[in-house]
């Protein structure tokens, strides 16, 4: 049996944590700059907000309407749902997390306990524990136990866990859930489904294999149609691989000089390091990708990609961020307002063992460069992300901007939220 996870409406349930006052209330959060919502509190969702809707027209859309509105604010909710992974972590046989507030569960050696009393009770545990709501689902296999965490989190009488543990369940589940909705059924392939006559997944599990490999030819939508028929054929590498890390942001206004290029740049390269190692991974290839702003047709355009190999397999911050800045250096053309960029690492592996060039850094320094990536990361864990940072990573003070906030500029977020639980300064007082 597999178990999925899944915490409820999960960045708005990070910032009610501690904000008790705002439960039962419309809550939204925003997405980078404060552009549109990307996160709503159920109450939010049952006023009409939809996702996607632009911050600056809420106050039109819902006059006399009290929102509460919060920045994106990704310290606070990786630390959050960290905290949840951990009591998981504990309750579970075997676990691997798949998104930021999602996870998989092995519940192999479990057949003799209540699976969906385990459920609840891990309901409440991580509740009490952290805060945070989460709905569970259990099934054969992940996709129907995809299906069953869907059915927790929308009826309340599965007390946020829903078991699928028989035939007739899932049946039952079948017919009621929407072919759009199926794990590993994109938008393009239910849109050519429904043209086929198929509204929900039991539809699309009546009919024949021939038929789904004639009509797709596709691995994934095979592996789907099998497991909505209850066979267990999605393996945890599909899931758990990572090709790629990217890290982008579109910029609070335009940016013309290379020197501000590069801070951002250079920031987005320290991320993807962060992640890197966090993962226990290096990367082999570091690129880049800038572009002006397609929807200002007045000014000139301009867009480039490039991406630099690295000798030596790497996830040091050092290393990343000077190859980011040496492809940036590249691609970069005067002339032009920058909106957008980005760092991309890709031929991601795991950190051990690494074959190192004879004519790359030696021994000696990559365990220097490793002992110090490990001190910085110890540092910003406790103290607060970018405590310390690389110094092509700060911004020049003719951008108005000093050492305390390294990106004040890079992002909007008039509504952020503090960190009480990764920086000292934001700890909470109680009056």
């Not at 987005?268 to 992640?275: F, H, I, M, P, V």
Request: net charge positive.
């Amino acid at each position: 049996m597999y178990g999925v996870i899944d915490c409820d409406n999960c960045y708005v349930s990070c910032e009610r944590v501690f904000r008790p006052d705002l439960k039962d209330k419309p809550v939204v959060v925003l997405s980078n700059n404060d552009g549109c919502v990307v996160a709503r509190s159920n109450e939010a969702k049952r006023m009409g907000i939809k996702a996607g809707t632009p911050y600056y027209q809420l106050a039109d859309l819902f006059p006399n309407q009290k929102i509460a509105v919060f920045s994106s604010n990704y310290e606070l909710y990786g630390e959050m749902t960290g905290r949840v992974m951990d009591i998981i972590r504990k309750e579970a046989p075997a676990y691997f997390r798949y998104s930021i507030d999602e996870c998989f569960v092995h519940l192999d050696g479990m057949q003799h306990i209540d699976l969906k009393a385990w459920g609840e009770n891990l309901h409440k545990r991580i509740k009490t524990g952290v805060g945070m709501p989460v709905s569970i689902g259990i099934a054969p296999n992940k996709t129907l136990a995809k299906m069953a965490s869907h059915f927790a989190k929308k009826y309340q009488g599965y007390r946020h866990c829903c078991l699928i543990d028989s035939e007739e369940k899932r049946v039952k589940a079948l017919k009621l859930y929407p072919i759009e909705e199926v794990w590993g059924i994109g938008r393009r392939y239910a849109a050519r489904l429904d043209a086929q006559g198929v509204k929900t997944a039991y539809d699309f599990s009546l009919h024949h294999e021939s038929w789904v490999r004639s009509v797709f030819n596709n691995v994934v939508i095979l592996r789907t149609w099998r497991e909505l028929n209850g066979e267990d054929c999605v393996p945890d590498e599909v899931m758990a691989s990572k090709k790629s890390i990217c890290t982008s942001r579109s910029f609070n206004g335009m940016i013309e000089d290379l020197d501000s290029l590069r801070t951002q740049v250079s920031n987005y390269a320290a991320r993807c390091a962060e992640k890197l190692r966090r993962q226990s991974t290096v990367a082999s290839i570091v690129s880049v990708f800038i572009h002006t702003n397609p929807f200002r047709e007045d000014l000139a355009q301009y867009s480039n990609y490039q991406e630099k190999r690295l000798i030596t397999p790497s996830n040091s911050t050092i290393t990343i961020v000077k190859a980011a800045c040496d492809v940036l250096t590249q691609i970069y053309r005067e002339g032009y307002r920058y909106k957008k960029a980005g760092v991309i690492v890709m031929g991601i592996g795991p950190n051990s063992p690494i074959q190192q060039d004879l004519f790359d850094i030696n021994a000696e320094q990559f365990e220097r460069m490793r002992r110090l990536d490990a001190v910085i990361d110890r540092i910003n864990k406790t103290n607060g992300s970018e405590t310390i940072v690389l110094g092509s990573q700060q911004y020049t003070q003719k951008n108005g901007i000093g050492k305390a906030d390294v990106f004040a500029n890079a992002i909007k977020h008039d509504f952020k939220s503090k960190n009480p639980t990764t920086r000292w300064s934001d700890i909470i007082t109680l009056k």
